[in-house]
């Protein structure tokens, strides 16, 4: 099995801040994807195959990576961007989640 | 609009058994692999199952493998976990999921609001 390793496990950012969040797999993966879940509500898809951004979310965020590190980037942090952020992996079964990281707002 | 509507969860006994459903709209179910993840109170995210769009394969990690069993009904655009032998560790809320599998990229697009499950005495 895959363990993913999300860091920090927490964090705050102030508004317009440059904010990244890291997703270190235990064996080599082919790409990552994101998911935000903010306070009391369902996951959502946010970035899919490592790098392409769901629909509806804004182009502040990106995601890059490979082989065993990947991290999700938001360029400019924003009030709405406060949520806990999990990686998970689809190359290697069983397909598994990062602990996760929160953001908060500073 | 996808919409996945989770029913069925509730308070339950160790070692009972308990059936989730899952009512899917705004896409054609068919064609669809679905699954089911959970989220323990205040942990992280664990995927439970999965279901190839006919219902012949399935997929689970071995903390549920053995005990819970995912299948659907096509026609009725539905989706179940049957969840049996319940241990104090399988309290979570529940999820439904679309899986998307194109070219093997494997990731969970769409979420119901999700069924809490809980096992106590």
């Known amino acids: 099995e895959i363990v993913l390793t999300q860091s920090p496990t927490t964090m705050a950012a102030s508004p317009g801040e440059k904010v990244t969040l890291t997703c270190r797999a235990s064996s080599s993966v082919s790409y990552m994807h994101w998911y935000q879940q903010r306070s009391g509500a369902s996951p959502k898809l946010w970035i899919y195959e490592t790098s392409k951004l769901a629909s509806g979310v804004p182009n502040r965020f990106s995601g890059s990576g490979s082989g065993t590190s990947y991290s999700l980037t938001i360029n400019s942090m924003e009030t709405e961007d406060a949520a806990t952020y999990y990686c998970q992996q689809g190359s290697s079964y069983p397909w598994t989640f990062g602990g996760g990281t929160k953001l908060e707002l500073k | 609009e996808v919409q996945l509507v989770e029913s069925g969860g509730g308070l339950v006994q160790p070692g009972r058994s308990l059936k989730l459903s899952c009512a899917a709209s705004?896409?054609?179910?068919?064609?669809?692999?679905m699954a089911w993840v959970r989220q323990a109170p205040k942990k992280g995210l664990e995927w439970v199952a999965t279901i190839s769009t006919s219902g012949s394969r399935t997929y689970y990690p071995d903390s549920v493998k053995g005990r819970f069993t995912i299948s659907r009904d096509n026609a009725k655009s539905s989706l179940y976990l049957q969840m049996n032998s319940l241990k104090s560790e399988d309290t979570a809320t529940y999820y439904c999921a679309r899986h998307s599998t194109y070219y093997g990229y494997n990731y969970f697009d769409y979420w119901g609001q999700g069924v809490m499950v809980t096992v106590s005495s």
């Open positions: 705004g896409f054609t179910f068919s064609n669809y692999y």
